[in-house]
């Protein structure tokens, strides 16, 4: 039950199984399938819920990232699968969506992170930190109509302004933009 796909410069892809099996699928650009990686687990090069996957090519050597979303991480491997280091500042990552250099990440425990080229936390945006605690979260959230707050972000875009949208995994499945203060 795949959950996000991210392509390679080389125009192979990769999917993220993450409501499955909890692998990692390469294929080529003809659909036939190179290799699967990772698998079920905790320890490093191992996911639960790898809800997003992304390929980083900002830098001279492309990574693939992983909203390694039960784990309560980002993972980052080689294109061939291997791990190569854990990114800190995220507490349950869906998915990613690059704009010019930062990398955006909705957060499913009430926030959006958004972080620079060398992985560092640049900001979190509308973070709700004890919302997400709460008993009945996400289907009665007290911050649900609180326009400085997020609840469940599950995924998001940026525009060609810089306008970020943003939907949230609430009963409403509320949808909100953010014009870029420029």
């Excluded at 909890?22 to 790898?50: L, T």
């Excluded at 693939?64 to 800190?88: M, S």
């Excluded at 957060?107 to 009945?136: C, F, K, N, P, Y």
């Amino acid at each position: 039950m795949p959950t996000d796909v991210a392509v390679a410069p080389d125009g192979t892809f990769y999917v993220a199984d993450g409501y499955g099996q909890d692998w990692i699928h390469h294929y080529d650009h003809d659909g036939k399938r190179i290799r699967s990686w990772a698998g079920p687990g905790s320890e490093p090069g191992k996911v639960k819920g790898p809800h997003g996957i992304w390929v980083d090519t900002r830098r001279s050597e492309p990574l693939i990232y992983i909203a390694d979303r039960t784990n309560e991480r980002i993972q980052v491997f080689t294109l061939d699968g291997e791990h190569v280091r854990f990114v800190d500042g995220v507490r349950r990552p869906c998915c990613f969506y690059q704009y010019e250099d930062d990398l955006f990440i909705p957060d499913l425990r009430s926030r959006v992170t958004v972080m620079g080229i060398h992985d560092e936390v640049v900001t979190h945006l509308g973070d709700d930190s004890a919302g997400w605690e709460q008993l009945d979260w996400p289907r009665n959230p007290a911050s649900e109509y609180n326009p400085a707050k997020f609840v469940a972000p599950h995924a998001l875009t940026v525009d060609s302004h810089g306008d970020l949208y943003v939907i949230e995994w609430v009963p409403t499945a509320r949808l909100r933009k953010f014009a870029r203060v420029r």
